[in-house]
């Protein structure tokens, strides 16, 4: 047995890739914390604390903010299927993997799904999205996702949370990348449903997906016809256990909780408009290393980019793969490839929460270069992070 | 900050309860692996090195048994939400609260629901499923506890598998509390579809799922006419990552992944059968010791006992809360109350995976003597750890 089934013992990689990204060393060390019942006085106080600092992240008040217990397609899952029941009309704004996702979510819910699209690479407009709740009155809920992991697009939600408002929907927000990585104001910005995971910028493993429901969104789910679809998810019984109640509805995951409550704490001692900042600086660092590289950035609009997460569009000539895997193998460095729309056109870079600095930058733009030129890709060498360093000099 | 939100520290209890149970130590050690990405050429070597050993503890030859990325009420929602649709007749066999909430799931899939109930505290005999198939012709799935957490009871399954089978129905099962605690064959027995949790018998924290479908399991979910009301459990697509083709489905949580290795990884080197027989001397020791303390067991027939979790009446003028939290508080022991119909009547006591051991069933009773003596309940000091110490030294 012994042969076929070592002792683990995986890399520990440098991970600019679109997430997991790595984990926070305080991290790793809250998760050694004894697991113990879910209704020990010791562990429900852990509930109790993280519920505010979730809040903060999310820049609410709302009372329904809780972590779903699996990683953010769970999260996305709990979103839409609380708000959405058999017969809704939904408009969802699908311009990325992950749009495509939720309108697929929506229609299991039942729902009459209207799609609203644009590019993989462009944001949605408020026009298109004024037009389809025009057209289908009676709409519930708009879906949206703030950074759009598959193509780098940062979208503007404001303006579009005020027009959902108008037609009497809810706006429903996919934040997975950008929670404490972007700007996002749930409750300044109208934004009735957001989740997110806890492998992006909150640099913790996946397993958990914090989710916030607005009073209104609440209203909605209190006044469903027939149950949520999905049992694990349903929060009108997880609030039930988060709250007050403590009624058992299932096991959470612990360890995943500590995890949780110490990245949590780690934003909040960082402090989240310089947490931001961060991920900006380094971003655009990387932004001016790759067109000093002779890279085009697959988002033309500076403001239109994520910073946790760029595309870069893969040159003429060059096998994207080759790249990736000498990455890899040579540097240790894992970056992720373009998929759906998108695949085989761009490389995806995340620069997110503890991986989000100077130093992942250089190292980077430095094993590009060194990838791109043994591909015969014409570059001046060390430009790149020359053009890198000179930014983070100034920050 | 730092006075409202300190260094987490929770406890290191003895977990005696319904689970989680406690960690082994070297599952501790193996979720301090470091996170790297989910088509990292080791991680996916990862998911190839779990599938063997969890086939091992299933007794299944089973090609589709993967985990699910969430604790087990998420294995249950995997398990019937793929095999069930909207118009299908499902009986499920009702004798204790987990059964209830397979219902509950079979109905939120749109299936009309039979249910086939019992006492809590007795198994489901095979002539009322018998039955309950003869009316309801064209049943598509019979569900079933095997190890009712909520009762103590362990189901008999090889007979209603076979009557089942004979009326052209899958039978489902919750192993949730049986996995490597019991006897358990799915591939002998004729089980098609069986999931479990990490956080019972494997002794690893709650997180992940294990689940596996039998061929005529898979038939039934690749003839579906509509698909998987669950898009995160729905295996069709997590077949599709788990598989050769590695196609992203959802990012899986790491370090579970690493735990759930480990626990695999000490549950085989234990071997599946003397672990099962040390669940099962450590509950006898209990059982003779909870007797001599002048207890009644709530499952009167020993075979129908589930030895990783049984269930003690509460005798008459006991507070049976006080006595959990003098436990806790006195000797860090955790036990749980009874639920459901057994609310106030039982106390459930697990002995589960690494917590199975000689030391706590003599640590349990000497502490519950202690507790209960204090209540004014009658008992010989010292004649439930002798018995329990007699069973356990012939042992």
């Given amino acids: 047995m012994s042969t076929d089934f070592p002792e683990l013992n995986p890399p520990a990689r440098i991970l600019l890739g679109p997430g997991p990204s790595n984990v926070h060393p305080r991290v790793y060390r809250a998760m050694m914390a004894p697991v113990i019942g879910y209704l020990d006085p010791q562990f429900l106080q852990l509930l109790d604390d993280t519920q505010s600092p979730l809040r903060a ?7 329904l903010t809780i972590p779903i217990s699996g990683t ?60 389809a709740l025009r057209a ?52 300044e910005w109208g934004l009735d449903v957001v989740y997110s995971a806890t492998q992006k910028c909150l640099s913790a493993p996946p397993g958990m997906a914090p989710v916030t429901f607005s009073p209104q969104a609440a209203d909605v789910i209190n006044a469903r016809r027939v149950p949520c679809a999905s049992f694990y998810v349903d929060v009108t019984m997880l609030r039930a256990y988060y709250g007050e109640a403590r009624r058992y509805h299932h096991t959470p995951p612990m ?31 990387l932004w001016a290393g790759a067109e000093a590289i002779g890279l085009t ?27 990736r895997q000498g990455l890899l193998a040579e540097h240790n460095i894992e970056i992720g490839a373009g998929f759906g729309e998108l695949q085989g056109k761009v490389w995806r870079i995340g620069l997110m929460g503890y991986a989000s600095t100077a130093q992942n930058v250089l190292a980077l733009l430095h094993a590009l270069e060194t990838q791109l030129s043994r591909q015969g890709f014409r570059l001046d060498k060390g430009a790149g992070v020359a053009a890198a360093s000179r930014l983070l000099n100034t920050a």
């Fill in 57 to 63: 992240v999310f820049r609410t008040e709302n009372d």
């Fill in 136 to 187: 289908n009155p009676g709409t519930k809920v708009v879906c949206i996702v703030h950074a759009e992991t598959s193509t780098g697009i940062l979208q503007p939600l404001e303006e579009i949370a005020r027009i959902a408002h108008e037609h009497g929907a809810l706006l429903l927000v996919d934040a997975v990348t950008s929670l404490t990585g972007c700007e996002l104001r749930a409750d």
């Fill in 297 to 323: 950035l697959h988002v033309a609009r500076p403001e239109h980019r994520a910073p946790p997460i760029t595309t870069v569009r893969v040159p003429d000539g060059i096998d994207e793969m080759i790249v």
């Fill in 72 to 131: 953010g397609t769970l999260g996305m899952e709990a979103a839409v299927y609380n708000v959405v029941e058999p017969g809704d009309t939904v408009v969802v704004c699908v311009n990325g993997f992950f749009g495509t996702r939720i309108a697929d979510m929506a229609g299991r819910c039942g729902a009459k799904v209207v799609s609203v699209k644009a590019e993989w690479g462009s944001v949605i407009e408020p026009e298109p999205v004024e037009a």
């Fill in 255 to 285: 360890t995943m909780l500590y995890a949780l409550r110490e990245a949590l704490r780690i934003a909040v001692e960082e402090g989240l408009e310089p947490r931001i900042l961060r991920h900006r600086r380094h971003a655009e660092a």
